[in-house]
C-alpha cells in the first residue's frame, strides 16, 4: 500500500468517526426536543396558573418572577438545542472542507486543526473536531503558508509551525478528494468548483476564499473599509462571508443580526442573497434597497420614481442629443447640490423662521425679535425641528399658568352674555378650547417646517436657486431643470434623483432615530450612488462602520472612475478606513473576460481566472424572426448539454416583455421576478440593469445591433449583460453590428 492509500485510509476513517460523531448528536437532540418543548410548556402552563392576574394578587408576584426565571432557562434550552439541530443537518452532507497541522511553539505535540462551517466539540474528552471557519486559529487557514505561522487568540499572539495544509471536497457525507498544497485555496480548487453550474443560490465560497479575500472578511480594525472589484471577483460573497465573521466575532461586543443592515441595488438582487447567509451560520439581518429606505421615511402624499423606472427613463431617452434628464440626475446627486441644499436650510434659519410676537390674554410672552434669538443662539445640538419643538414647549409652559385666569375671564364675558346663563362653564371651556387651538396654529406657522415644502421652495422662489449657488457651477439647462422639478413636485411624483435630496432635508431638520442600533452597513454596488446618497447614508447610519464594495467598471448613467471612492471616504469621514483592489476574475473563461474587457475599452488593470472554455459567438441574421428561431434552438442545444441556467438579457423592461413573448412560441423562458433568485434554474428573460450582481452559466444578449447600443451608457449596459456569463456567451442581432464589438 503507498503513502497516499495509507492517507486516504486515514482521513476516510476520520470522517467516518466524524460523522458518527455528529450523527449520536443529532439523535441526541432530536430525542431531547421533545423533552425540552415539554418541559417548556409546561413550565408556561404552571406559571399562568400561578401568576397575579388580578389586583388581589400582588402577593404573588414573587412566585410569579421565580417562575418566569424558569420557563426563560427552559425557553433558552428549546432553542439552543432546534439550533444545534439546525447546524449539525446542515453540515451532515460535507462537515469540513480543510485541515492544518500546527505545533504550538514550546509543545511538543501537533494538532490537526479540521476547518468546516461550525465548531464541533465532544465534551466528554474536550476535543474539538471541527473548528469553525471564523475561530481566530483558523485565520492561519487562509492566511499562512507552510512554516511559520501565527494567529491572534483572545489572550495574544500564538506562535507555531504549520507542517501541513490540506483541502478536501466532501458530497454526501463522502469522501471525494483531498490534496495537499502550501498556498491555501489556489486555483486549482477554484477550477474545480467553478467550471461546474452555477448553484441554486450564489456559491459559498467559504471553500474558495484567497488569502486577501480572507484579510477583508476579517478586518475588524477599520471603520470604513472600501472595496473595488472587478466583475466575477466576489464581492458579494466575500461581504456576506465578512457578515457571518463579525457576527460570529462580536458574541462578546454583543453584536447581533439586527445590528448589521445590507443595502442592495435592487430587490431582485435582495432576494437573491438572502439565502446565502444561513448557509453561512447567519440569518435574520436586515436587507434593504434605498427605494425601500425612500419609501419608509417619506411621505405617503407623494409617488416616488424607482431606481428601475429611473434607468428605463434614462435608457429610453437616452438617443436624444441633449438628454436633460441625465444632466440632472448627475447633478443632484453631486456634492455641488450637497452645498446648495445646506444652504438652502441655512437660508430658512435666517429668512424663513417669520417669529411675530406670542401674546397670551392681552400679555406678551414673547417678542418676535425675543423667539428669533432664541431660535438662532439656542446652544442646543439638536436638529431645527427639535428647536423649535422646544421653543414651542418652552411658550406653552410660559402659558399654562394663565389659562385659569384667562378662563376666569371667559367666564364673567358669557355671564354677561345673552342665552348662556345655564351652560357658563362647559360654553366657557369650549371658547378656551378654540382660543388654544387658534394660539397652536399661530405657534405652529414658526415651530413647524415641512421639508418637502423647504425644497419646492428651492425650486419656485424667483431667483432663490442663483442666489444659493453663488460660486458653484450649475447645469447648463438649469432652467428647465427648475421648471420640470416645480411641476412634477406639483403633481405630488417625485423624480428618483430628488428622492436623495428630500430625504437629505427631513434628515437634516428632523434628525433620525430609526437606525440607532445599527453598527454595521454593508454597501454593495457602490458605483451606483451618487455623493448626496452617501450623504443620506451618513446621517442615516452615523454610529455604524461600512463595509463599501463596488466596481466602477459596472457604473451605468454616469463616469465611473477610482474617484468615487475618495468622495465615499470624504463622506463618512471615518476614524480609521482602508481601500482595497481585487483586480482578478473567478467568473468567467479567459474567453469571456478578454470579450468584455474589449467592451468597456479601458486600460484598467484585470487579471483572469486560467479556465478555458468557447469563444463567445456573435451571431447574425436577416430579420427578427429567424433571430428567434435562432436563439431558441440555442438555448435547446444549451440545455442539452447541462447548462442549468440561461438568461436572455435584453436592454430594457420593454424589450424582455417581447422576447419571452416571441420566445415563448417556441421554447419555455420566463421573466425573472424576485422569487425566481432563490433557485436559479430554467431559462429567463432579464434587463440588463436587473441582471446586475447576478450569474448565468450561459447568457445570450438580445438585439444588439448599432441603433440599440452606441452611447456610453449602452456600453455600460452591455458590459453588465456580459459578464454575467460563467460559461457561454452569445450575442444576437439584426442590422448593423453594434460599433463597441
Same mark, same amino acid.
Given at each position: ?25 443529532? !439523535? ?101 473536531? &471541527?473548528?469553525?471557519?471564523? /475561530?481566530?486559529?483558523? +485565520?492561519? $487557514? ?7 505561522? +501565527? ?29 495537499? +498544497? ?52 466576489? *464581492? ?6 465578512? &457578515? ?45 434597497? $434605498? ?13 416616488? %420614481? ?68 432664541? $431660535? ?6 439638536? #436638529?431645527? /425641528? ?41 360654553? +366657557? ?32 422662489? #424667483? ?59 454593508? &454597501? ?64 468567467? /473563461? ?90 436559479? *434554474? ?7 440593469? =436587473? ?12 438585439? =444588439? ?6 452611447? %456610453?451608457? !449602452? ?15 452569445? &450575442? ?10
Amino acid at each position: 500500500m503507498n503513502d497516499y492509500d495509507l492517507i486516504n485510509q486515514e482521513e476516510i476513517l476520520y470522517l467516518d468517526n466524524t460523522l458518527g460523531f455528529l450523527k449520536k448528536e443529532l !439523535d441526541k437532540d432530536n430525542h431531547d426536543i421533545t423533552f425540552r418543548k415539554s418541559n417548556l410548556i409546561a413550565s408556561r402552563k404552571e406559571m399562568w396558573q400561578e401568576s397575579a392576574h388580578s389586583s388581589n394578587d400582588f402577593d404573588k408576584i414573587p412566585e410569579m418572577l421565580q417562575h418566569l426565571s424558569e420557563v426563560d432557562s427552559h425557553n433558552y434550552n428549546y432553542e439552543k438545542t432546534i439550533e444545534r439541530i439546525k447546524k449539525y443537518t446542515r453540515i451532515l452532507d460535507s462537515p469540513y472542507f480543510g485541515r492544518f497541522d500546527f505545533n504550538e511553539d514550546d509543545y511538543d505535540d501537533t494538532d490537526q486543526i479540521y476547518i468546516g462551517l461550525y465548531n464541533l466539540i465532544d465534551k466528554n474528552t474536550s476535543s474539538i473536531l &471541527i473548528y469553525d471557519w471564523r /475561530s481566530p486559529i483558523s +485565520s492561519m $487557514f487562509y492566511q499562512c503558508e507552510i512554516g511559520k505561522g +501565527s494567529y491572534k487568540a483572545p489572550l495574544g499572539t500564538i506562535s507555531g509551525d504549520i507542517v501541513l495544509k490540506r483541502q478536501y471536497k466532501i458530497k454526501n457525507s463522502k469522501l471525494q478528494y483531498f490534496f495537499d +498544497s502550501s498556498i491555501t485555496i489556489n486555483d486549482e480548487i477554484l477550477q474545480n468548483v467553478l467550471s461546474h453550474n452555477s448553484s441554486p443560490i450564489m456559491k459559498n465560497i467559504v471553500e474558495t476564499i484567497q488569502k486577501q479575500q480572507d484579510i477583508i472578511i476579517r478586518d475588524t480594525e477599520n471603520e470604513l473599509l472600501i472595496v473595488q472589484g472587478v466583475a466575477g471577483s466576489g *464581492k458579494t460573497s466575500i461581504a456576506l462571508h465578512r &457578515i457571518a465573521y463579525l457576527l460570529y466575532v462580536g458574541m462578546e461586543s454583543r453584536l447581533h443580526s439586527n445590528n448589521i443592515i445590507i443595502i442592495s441595488p435592487s430587490s431582485v438582487f435582495s432576494k437573491y442573497i438572502s439565502g446565502v447567509l444561513p448557509e453561512l451560520g447567519e440569518d435574520n439581518v436586515e436587507e434593504t434597497t $434605498f427605494d425601500n429606505i425612500v419609501v419608509n421615511f417619506l411621505d405617503n402624499r407623494f409617488i416616488f %420614481e424607482s431606481r428601475k423606472e429611473q434607468l428605463e427613463s434614462l435608457i429610453n431617452n437616452n438617443h436624444q442629443p441633449l438628454n436633460i434628464k441625465m444632466e440632472n440626475t448627475k447633478f443632484k446627486g453631486s456634492r455641488t447640490f450637497v452645498l446648495i441644499l445646506d444652504r438652502l436650510i441655512e437660508y430658512y434659519e435666517h429668512k424663513l423662521t417669520n417669529f411675530e410676537d406670542l401674546y397670551y390674554d392681552g400679555k406678551i410672552i414673547k417678542t418676535k425679535e425675543q423667539l428669533n434669538n432664541l $431660535f438662532l443662539n439656542s446652544k442646543m445640538d439638536m #436638529p431645527i /425641528s427639535k428647536i423649535l419643538k422646544r421653543i414651542e414647549s418652552m411658550m406653552l409652559n410660559k402659558i399654562h399658568p394663565l389659562r385659569k385666569a384667562r378662563l376666569k375671564k371667559i367666564e364673567k364675558i358669557v355671564l354677561n352674555a345673552a342665552n348662556h346663563q345655564l351652560e357658563i362653564k362647559s360654553f +366657557s371651556r369650549l371658547m378656551a378650547i378654540k382660543e388654544a387651538n387658534v394660539l397652536m396654529k399661530h405657534l405652529h406657522k414658526y415651530t413647524q417646517v415641512d421639508y418637502a415644502s423647504l425644497y419646492k421652495l428651492l425650486f419656485t422662489k #424667483p431667483g432663490l436657486m442663483l442666489k444659493l449657488s453663488k460660486g458653484l457651477v450649475l447645469p447648463k439647462h438649469i432652467k428647465q431643470m427648475i421648471l420640470d422639478t416645480t411641476e412634477n413636485i406639483n403633481k405630488g411624483y417625485i423624480n428618483y434623483e430628488d428622492n436623495a435630496a428630500l430625504l437629505y432635508i427631513k434628515l437634516k431638520l428632523n434628525g433620525n432615530r430609526e437606525f440607532s442600533d445599527i453598527q454595521q452597513v454593508v &454597501i454593495d454596488e457602490a458605483q451606483d450612488y451618487y455623493p448626496l446618497q452617501y450623504e443620506v447614508f451618513n446621517l442615516l447610519f452615523s454610529r455604524a462602520k461600512f463595509t463599501i464594495l463596488g466596481d466602477f467598471n459596472q457604473t451605468l448613467e454616469k463616469r465611473g472612475d477610482k474617484s468615487i471612492y475618495n468622495d465615499i471616504e470624504s463622506i463618512l469621514h471615518k476614524k480609521k478606513s482602508l481601500k482595497l483592489s481585487m483586480n482578478k476574475s473567478f467568473r468567467s /473563461s479567459i474567453e469571456i473576460n478578454s470579450f468584455t474587457q474589449k467592451i468597456l475599452n479601458s486600460k484598467e488593470e484585470f487579471v483572469s481566472f486560467d479556465r478555458h472554455e468557447e469563444e463567445p459567438r456573435i451571431v447574425f441574421k436577416d430579420n427578427e424572426q429567424l433571430l428567434y428561431e435562432a436563439i431558441a434552438k440555442d438555448i435547446h442545444n444549451y440545455r442539452n448539454r447541462g447548462y442549468e441556467s440561461i438568461a436572455v438579457i435584453c436592454k430594457t423592461e420593454k424589450e424582455t416583455l417581447l422576447i419571452q413573448k416571441k420566445l415563448s412560441k417556441l421554447i419555455d423562458i420566463k421573466l425573472m421576478n424576485v422569487e425566481d433568485t432563490e433557485s436559479i *434554474k430554467g431559462t429567463f428573460a432579464i434587463p440588463s440593469y =436587473v441582471s446586475k450582481g447576478l450569474e448565468f452559466d450561459v447568457v445570450l444578449v438580445y438585439n =444588439v445591433s448599432k441603433d440599440n447600443y452606441n452611447s %456610453e451608457f !449602452d456600453r455600460n449596459l452591455l458590459y453588465v449583460a456580459c459578464t454575467r456569463a460563467l460559461h457561454q456567451l452569445a &450575442i444576437y442581432y439584426t442590422g448593423e453590428k453594434s460599433e463597441f464589438f
